[in-house]
């Protein structure tokens, strides 16, 4: 199993342009996040979809946005993107629900320069 | 609001034992749980607390403390490969699984 995975690794965009992170997971699990992350920040959730077919936003959701493709994959937009959104993305999934442990797997990260 | 603290960083030598503590104000509380992160590398699952105590899992434990609002990570036997970033997660939300993530602590541990 690959677990998550995540396309480009690296990507630089100018200021103004748009790009799609990809995000694709084979756990079968339910949920999916989009995470950011900036130095001395921590991670901070952008985008989540508790199940196929739902989307809501997170702490940071302004200039993003989601696309719960299909169980499997989760998309994130820039489309505009803005030196600000130089960052680390992470997306993550975990079985979701209301109780348990939901332990959240992390792919490898997109790294995002805007200039 | 939901905010978390940590320290932001930590050092010790091999084998020693160190404690990275986790201290949280939210709204709602569902439970704490630690992730591993190694420089460039993605966050990584370490540890979860429901209730009141010490969990422990090989060389790493944690506790939790509803009342205090307060958690803790320890790490035993320190190696070298333990030199990390560590953060500390509240799941605030009933029925929905986000976490909200503290800062971060990076821990270095030197020969």
């Known amino acids: 199993n690959a677990g998550v995975t995540q396309t480009p690794k690296f990507q630089v965009l100018k200021t103004g342009q748009s790009m799609t992170l990809q995000c694709a997971q084979d756990?079968?699990?339910?949920?999916m996040y989009w995470y950011r992350q900036d130095p001395g920040m921590g991670l901070r959730l952008i985008y989540y979809?508790?199940?196929?077919?739902?989307?809501d936003k997170g702490e940071v959701p302004n200039g993003y946005n989601v696309s719960r493709l299909n169980k499997r994959e989760f998309s994130l937009r820039l489309e505009s993107a803005a030196p600000s959104q130089t960052s680390v993305y992470f997306c993550?999934?975990?079985?979701?629900?209301?109780?348990?442990?939901?332990?959240?797997?992390f792919g490898p990260g997109t790294r995002l320069t805007v200039l | 609001g939901q905010s978390l603290e940590q320290p932001s960083e930590v050092t010790a030598v091999e084998g020693a034992i160190v404690q990275i503590n986790c201290t949280y104000q939210?709204?709602?509380?569902?439970?704490l749980s630690w992730y591993q992160q190694h420089d460039g590398g993605a966050p990584t699952f370490l540890s979860y607390?429901?209730?009141?105590g010490l969990e422990e899992t090989g060389r790493f434990s944690s506790f939790l403390s509803r009342s205090d609002s307060y958690g803790y990570l320890l790490l035993q036997e320190l190696q070298m490969k333990d030199s990390a970033s560590y953060f500390c997660?509240?799941?605030?939300?009933?029925?929905?699984?986000?976490?909200?993530f503290g800062k971060g602590t990076m821990l270095l541990v030197s020969p």
């Open positions: 993550a999934s975990s079985e979701g629900g209301a109780g348990g442990l939901n332990e959240q797997f």
């Open positions: 756990m079968n699990h339910n949920s």
């Open positions: 979809s508790a199940s196929e077919g739902t989307t």
């Open positions: 939210t709204s709602g509380f569902y439970g």
């Open positions: 607390n429901a209730l009141d």
């Open positions: 997660a509240v799941r605030s939300q009933a029925g929905y699984s986000t976490l909200t």
